[in-house]
């Protein structure tokens, strides 16, 4: 995921965090705040109560990969990935299922009809 897709700064982490709202579920929670932008920019939070860095750092570079897959449709908002205890057991499948969950639970993933993606080829 290129650099321009992440939020990095500490700042940025702290306004989403202070001003936007979220949304949760067993193993994510997504806060989210609407920016206007050219597309979305995302952090990822794993704790170190989910693993050594080995296991931490698989599971932000399984959600990095899942958030690639998901990009044509989320919406261009800045949001923050937290994952929760339990995902480190979780296959890549349920993983994506969970996450994608919580982001429809968030309204940052958005459908699209065949007639759009036909028009997008």
């Given at each position: 995921m290129k650099?321009?897709?992440r939020?990095?700064?500490d700042?940025?982490f702290?306004?989403?965090?202070n001003q936007?709202?979220?949304v949760?579920n067993?193993?994510?929670?997504?806060y989210?705040?609407?920016?206007?932008?050219?597309?979305?920019?995302?952090g990822l939070s794993?704790?170190?109560?989910?693993?050594?860095?080995?296991v931490r750092?698989r599971?932000?570079r399984?959600?990095?990969h899942l958030?690639?897959?998901?990009s044509?449709?989320?919406?261009?908002y800045d949001f923050?990935?937290?994952a929760?205890?339990?995902v480190?057991?979780?296959?890549?499948?349920?993983?994506?299922?969970?996450?994608?969950?919580?982001?429809?639970?968030?309204?940052?993933?958005?459908?699209r009809?065949m007639?759009?993606?036909?028009n997008l080829?």
């Open positions: 650099k321009s897709y939020v990095k700064k700042s940025d702290g306004a989403i965090f936007g709202k979220s949760a067993r193993r994510f929670v997504v989210q705040l609407e920016k206007s932008q050219a597309h979305f920019r995302v794993v704790s170190k109560k989910l693993g050594n860095a080995v750092n599971i932000k399984q959600l990095r958030l690639q897959e998901f044509p449709q989320l919406k261009t923050v990935v937290i929760r205890k339990g480190e057991e979780l296959s890549y499948v349920e993983m994506r299922k969970n996450l994608l969950h919580v982001l429809k639970l968030g309204q940052l993933y958005q459908e009809d007639c759009e993606k036909e080829i």
